[in-house]
């Protein structure tokens, strides 16, 4: 089974600003677009990010100016940082590894939003 570890979910502040970790295999960090959905409570998974490749990112709308990923090949880690944060940010937070035809998830991290 392979493994996807997040880490840095927590509460924040409107306007303040997260950074999520998401280490995986290198075999599957090297092979495979790396990147994030979000899940709110009552809503269905939504795209966030995902690194095409080592030049090319992809944002969803609702985040682009805000959330920025990076990588850190030597440590087979990609982070998203989250910066501006909203109220409507807060959810649950699933790096993904596609590796197309197959999808690997994380077990997901709690962000929340609220003052």
């Known amino acids: 089974q392979v493994q996807l570890v997040e880490s840095g979910g927590g509460l924040v502040q409107p306007g303040g600003s997260l950074r999520l970790s998401c280490a995986a295999p290198g075999n599957i960090f090297s092979r495979c677009r790396m990147g994030w959905y979000r899940q709110a409570p009552g809503k269905q998974r939504e795209f966030v990010a995902r690194?095409?490749?080592?030049?090319?990112?992809d944002y969803s709308d609702s985040v682009k100016g805000r959330f920025f990923i990076s990588a850190d090949n030597a440590k087979n880690t990609i982070y998203l940082q989250m910066n501006s944060l909203k109220p409507e940010d807060t959810a649950v937070y699933y790096c993904?590894?596609?590796?197309?035809?197959?999808?690997?998830w994380g077990q997901g991290t709690q962000v929340t939003v609220s003052s």
């Open positions: 690194r095409i490749s080592s030049s090319s990112i």
């Open positions: 993904n590894a596609d590796c197309f035809p197959t999808d690997r």
